[in-house]
């Protein structure tokens, strides 16, 4: 059998998808392995390595390749989701990319060319994470001469779109008391306001014990009389995006004969039958039968999952994770899901709240094989699935640590300074750097395995009860239970953690991150927007205002001028972190949303005008990009005489650039704008 190619040169040219002759057994080192790609605007370009792609078996690899290039076949899908007018933005943006033949070192084409990039790394013309509209860093008056010039069409109203910053201003709009769905500029509400949506969402509810995601993949319109009505996502003729999803279901149809064994079998083949007709209870059986396979080593994620891009958080966005197992390394979550019920059973959470029995709670470290849709380029590095909560609670959950990507984060950072300039002190400097890498990785293990899949919802308690600020709440209370439970003896007792001095890296980065330093993430006089970065902001602000006053467990502290965070005491901490995980836990399981609001509103929101300006003034110098994404190897299958996958290549040399033009080259089927 032909082992793995490695292709690795100086020149990143637009990558063929011809067999390569160079050849490795081995995936490369640290040393030899080009992490960063290039680096523009607030954006930063990593590569990841696949380790232990070469000890998968040909049906493996066969089975990697074309549930690769189904997720591939998304992408369309999340530019539209994200905002009507993207696919229209993007195309015409490429082809003034690939046609300009003017002066390509003028500031005008490199802020044009920054922009771009920018478009692909959102997926669409609003930022990926502050959720504002980016404008091009070229002139209008440039731009339209260009176009000219490269006898490029530009759309009518495009120049609006791209242009005005009061247009489309905010993809995902959360602030209280506006109408969320009219000042989105997501395409997931045409015409409909937030009442409408809300009372259309209500009256189709599936109160049923095992209740359908009513909305989890469809937009609402009106039809001709003004009536509220869904576009159902589904390959079937009539569908929205029926022609990227019908490529999604022919690559999972050619997955199906190497699938491991008849559970994976089932999956994918529940999963192709849900994309055809877009029927949900046909979701709700894939979902169960994904929680099942629990044997196979390749698994995935593809679909209409997460939904953080709905202002209301009923959507899910198109996105897809390709994977196989990290064997080694899912020890350390096996650790834990083992132990899922010690952990519900001494929760600091009310008795009411706690799960009686923790079913089907798996676990694992995976190596991510591609990142497509909403996980490209930016990507979670842990994910827990499915999000339905009657299925977790009678059939489980699967969580996931991807070692490999923050493998590629940790090696990228090395030496770049951030710790010399915003941590207190060498005892902070020191605990992060021996325990830091490995904390993180637990953070997640945590937060993944047990954090989401804790707890319980009062009977009768809806899943939307929290509306807007569900997913921020959400995120804050699976980061509570891995904050409190990373300083636990249990975890020392189960090896997951070398001694009880580890937690504290991550105790003293969690403060420092959530109050101040993510800061430099955020353009100077905005608030805190994103639902992850909110929920950092709530957990550390909350904790410095319930410090205990005159002798407070963490404090910001000013040095020559600058200010620190400073833990005066871990251990009250963490019982600070129990405090707020029982507050939290409460609003989560009674629906309680004014508490949502009040706890949001307080802690996670606003920003210290001053003490952001310190920040982003300290940041500047460093020239880090605050945000990372990734580019994806290529691979190349190898066919014997029959058309039968008996090896695939894998090829590290793909530009950014050219990565994202070949993706709209070869997957890429979707009209510009989606009526």
């Known amino acids: 059998m032909k082992k793995i190619a490695i292709v690795f040169v100086a020149a990143l040219c637009l990558a063929s998808c011809g067999q390569k002759e160079t050849k490795s057994t081995a995936a490369p080192s640290p040393q030899d392995f080009p992490y960063m790609v290039e680096q523009f605007a607030d954006l930063g370009i990593l590569r990841y390595r696949v380790p232990d792609f070469e000890s998968l078996t040909a049906d493996q690899k066969a089975l990697v390749y074309y549930l690769t290039e189904a997720a591939l076949w998304g992408r369309d899908i999340l530019f539209d989701q994200n905002c009507k007018y993207n696919l229209q933005v993007r195309r015409t943006c490429e082809a003034l990319y690939l046609n300009y033949k003017g002066d390509k070192t003028s500031a005008e084409w490199l802020g044009f060319e920054t922009y771009l990039k920018r478009v692909w790394f959102s997926n669409g013309i609003h930022h990926h994470y502050s959720e504002d509209k980016i404008l091009p860093e070229c002139s209008q008056e440039w731009f339209v001469q ?23 201003a ?43 995601w009513i909305g989890l993949n469809s937009k609402l319109t009106k039809d001709a009389d003004g009536n509220v009505i869904e576009r159902v996502f589904k390959a079937e003729e009539g569908g929205l995006y029926s022609a ?53 080593r390749v698994d995935f994620v593809n679909g209409f999952t997460e939904v953080y891009g709905d202002p209301l958080g009923i959507t899910g966005a198109w996105e897809s994770l390709v994977n196989f197992k990290n064997m080694a390394a899912t020890e350390r979550t096996k650790a834990l899901s083992d132990n899922a019920q010690w952990f519900e059973d001494h929760s600091p959470i009310d008795q009411r709240f706690k799960k009686a029995e923790c079913k089907g709670v798996s676990a694992k470290v995976i190596t991510a094989a591609i990142l497509a849709g909403d996980c490209y380029p930016a990507t979670p590095i842990g994910i827990n699935l499915p999000n339905a909560n009657w299925i977790r609670k009678s059939y489980g959950s699967k969580s ?46 945590l937060h993944e ?154 802690y996670a929101v606003k920003v210290d005008p001053q003490l952001h300006r310190e920040m982003l003034d300290r940041y500047e110098p460093l020239h880090i990009a605050p945000y990372k994404g990734f580019v994806n190897p290529i691979y190349t299958p190898v066919f014997d005489k029959e058309g039968k996958i008996i090896d695939v290549w894998l090829d590290y040399t793909e530009g950014y650039a050219e990565q994202h033009l070949r993706y709209s080259r070869d997957y890429s089927n979707l009209p510009t704008i989606n009526e």
């Open 400 to 445: 996931v640590t991807i070692e490999n990507l923050t493998e590629a984060y940790n090696q990228a950072s090395l030496g770049n300074g951030f710790n010399e300039e915003f941590m207190l002190s060498d005892v902070e400097r020191e605990c992060a750097k021996k325990y830091g890498a490995h904390m993180s990785d637990v953070h997640v293990d």
């Open 244 to 296: 990227a999803l019908q490529k999604v279901v022919e690559n999972l149809q050619k997955a199906l004969p190497y699938a491991e064994n008849e559970q994976q079998r089932l999956v994918i083949e529940k999963l192709i039958e849900y994309n055809i007709t877009g029927n949900l209870k046909t979701f709700n059986e894939y979902a169960i039968a994904w929680v099942r396979d629990l044997d196979s």
């Open 170 to 212: 905010k993809k995902v709009n959360s602030e209280t008391g506006q109408d969320l769905c009219l000042t989105s500029a997501c395409n997931y509400y045409e015409n409909v306001t937030q009442t409408e949506a809300e009372a259309y969402y209500e009256a189709h509810k599936d109160n049923s014990p095992e209740p359908m």
């Open 449 to 602: 395995c047990l954090g989401h899949g804790s707890g319980q919802m009062l009977p009768g308690v809806s899943k939307d009860a929290l509306k807007e600020h569900g997913s921020t709440i959400e995120e804050t209370r699976a980061d509570l239970f891995s904050l409190y439970y990373m300083a636990d003896p249990k975890l020392v007792e189960l090896g997951i953690v070398p001694d009880m001095e580890a937690y504290k890296s991550q105790y003293y980065h969690q403060m420092m991150n959530g109050a101040m330093t993510q800061l430099v993430r955020i353009e100077y006089g905005k608030n805190v927007e994103e639902s992850h970065m909110r929920n950092r902001a709530l957990i550390s602000n909350w904790v410095l205002a319930h410090a205990t006053p005159g002798a407070p467990e963490a404090e910001i502290v000013e040095r020559d001028g600058k200010h620190y965070m400073q833990v005066n005491d871990y251990e009250g901490l963490r019982r600070l972190f129990g405090e707020l995980l029982a507050i939290i836990q409460e609003v989560v399981s009674t629906g309680d949303y004014a508490r949502a609001c009040q706890l949001v509103d307080a």
């Open 146 to 168: 260009a176009c000219q010039e490269a006898n490029v069409e530009i759309p009518e109203g495009l120049l609006r779109v791209m242009f005005c910053p009061d247009y489309l």
